[in-house]
């Protein structure tokens, strides 16, 4: 032996809920530790990959609207989390996280993410539809997957219900353009439940109804088929 010693890559967050996005990173498969107040510890499962951490955290900042400051170690190694709209979660082509993230869960393959980003450009349509429309994931994975990387939970609409005083806060048209509808009332706020809850566009159509809300996540069709349950004239509804 030479003596040698490994050492393990971390990343240091400077944040006001530590417990929280300490849990985040776990459900993540990171190995995530509170160092101190205000402080998590995030290793690196691959030495010099401290921007897939910036990444991850920018979601979490993104879903939470909780402020978090990414450090180095050493300092220089990593940037601050950019400031940047959540909204091209899923149309970001120059670095599509969402498929990132299911090619690494081994949920796809990358050809099949090379494929499906090709046709997004080519339509316009959105990464997660083509690749439920080309069978390459199942709606509910990509639900869960989405829901995870975002740290927000997860509805089974067909399973679990929805109220309907609760949903009739939003009209039936506008809740199949945004892909979302109210599940019903927790915490004292309305849930609200989005295919893509990144989007901004859909978060401002609904806020006009609703105020404001917790965001949640849950699979289009099952939204689609609790509006055309509500109203069935929304079948008729441009969902963009």
Same mark, same amino acid.
């Given at each position: ?30 190995? *995530?530790?509170? *160092? ?7 290793? +690196? ?17 993104? $879903? ?29 082509? &120059? ?47 990509? *639900?869960?997957? +989405? ?30 353009? *945004? ?19 990144? &989007?901004?566009? #859909? ?14 996540? $849950? #699979?289009?069709? &099952?939204?689609?088929? $609790? ?7 929304? $079948?008729?509804?441009?969902? #963009?």
């Amino acid at each position: 032996m030479d003596g040698s010693t490994s050492v393990v890559e971390t990343v240091t967050i400077l944040v006001s809920e530590p417990e929280r996005l300490r849990d985040y990173f776990v459900r993540l498969g990171r190995s *995530a530790v509170v *160092a101190g107040p205000g402080t998590v510890t995030v290793e +690196l499962d691959v030495p010099g990959t401290a921007e897939v951490v910036d990444d991850q955290l920018y979601h979490w900042v993104a $879903a939470t609207e909780i402020t978090a400051s990414i450090q180095a170690d050493p300092p220089a190694r990593v940037p601050p989390a950019p400031v940047r709209s959540a909204s091209s979660f899923f149309l970001d082509l &120059d670095r599509p996280r969402l498929g990132d993230l299911l090619v690494r869960k081994g949920l796809i393959e990358q050809e099949q993410l090379e494929r499906a980003l090709a046709e997004s450009r080519a339509t316009g349509d959105l990464l997660g539809r083509v690749m439920i429309r080309r069978g390459f994931i199942f709606e509910d994975e990509l *639900a869960r997957t +989405l829901a995870a990387q975002l740290d927000l939970p997860y509805v089974n609409i067909r399973v679990a219900g929805f109220e309907r005083g609760a949903a009739q806060l939003l009209p039936s048209g506008d809740g199949m353009r *945004a892909a979302a509808i109210p599940v019903g009332v927790f915490g004292g706020r309305i849930r609200v439940a989005f295919a893509d809850p990144s &989007d901004e566009s #859909a978060k401002e159509l609904v806020r006009g109804h609703v105020g404001e809300f917790s965001p949640a996540v $849950a #699979a289009l069709s &099952d939204i689609e088929f $609790a509006w055309r349950t509500l109203d069935p004239s929304s $079948a008729d509804a441009h969902v #963009a």
